[in-house]
């Protein structure tokens, strides 16, 4: 079964520096997506970044971009100048590619503060 | 493009009730999965929709179910409820399975408490 592991519950950032989000997962599969998810305190869960597994280059989204290393089953979210609007729980996750078996399977998050 | 709606956002039931929550998909979506979140499990799969048909099911107990109707809404049902049933629940949408734009986006949830 896969797993997704956020080894980081908790990390800070100074306004305007950059920080980067850890997570790898454990698959069998070859051909998968992962995520990056952010959950401010309003709940509402939106998505930051995707990321194929087929494709070798690195997803970026703005501000956001990620380090998907595939032989390691790495997957880091790097935000470079960091606004006090990054401030919430980020989740990374994980979805197979594989038939029926579709769902994602979430890491248990990171929390972030974003410090003025 | 509105999003994913769902309704009620809030609700307060007590053991033993039964509840249902509703989801609206964004519109061209038809595919829909509902999530568990806890903080003491984190976020789990409870089950995806398409085409009226249940794909996927997580594990969960039978008192949680679900159904999808022809306009691509969903609702989720919880019987007999019991404490830990407390959660936000989520729901997301999609584009059909195997398109390959599939990445699912988010309600706002539905935070239920069991007392």
């Known amino acids: 079964a896969q797993t997704v592991t956020q080894s980081q519950p908790e990390m800070s950032v100074q306004e305007a520096e950059t920080v980067t989000l850890s997570c790898t997962y454990d698959t069998s599969e070859s051909d998968y997506y992962l995520f990056w998810y952010k959950q401010p305190p309003s709940r509402q869960m939106i998505l930051v970044i995707r990321?194929?597994?087929?494709k070798q280059q690195n997803a970026t989204e703005n501000r956001f971009s990620v380090n998907f290393q595939k032989a390691a089953k790495s997957f880091s979210l790097k935000i470079s100048d960091s606004q006090l609007g990054d401030a919430a729980m980020y989740f990374c996750a994980y979805e197979t590619n594989a038939g029926n078996n579709r769902k994602l399977i979430w890491g248990l998050g990171t929390s972030l503060a974003v410090n003025p | 493009k509105a999003g994913v709606t769902q309704t009620p956002r809030y609700l307060i039931k007590t053991r033993g009730q039964q509840v249902t929550l509703s989801c609206s998909p964004i519109s061209g979506h038809r595919s829909v999965s509902w999530y568990q979140q806890t903080p003491g499990q984190g976020l789990q799969f409870l089950f995806e929709y398409f085409s009226e048909t249940q794909r996927n099911k997580g594990n969960f107990p039978g008192r949680f179910s679900g159904r999808q109707f022809s306009n691509s809404r969903s609702e989720m049902n919880v019987s007999t409820l019991e404490l830990g049933d407390s959660a936000l629940y989520l729901c997301?949408?999609?584009?059909?399975?195997?398109?390959?734009?599939?990445?699912?986006?988010f309600g706002p949830g539905t935070r239920l408490l069991v007392l």
């Open positions: 997301a949408s999609s584009f059909a399975p195997g398109t390959g734009e599939e990445t699912q986006y």
């Open positions: 990321q194929e597994a087929y």
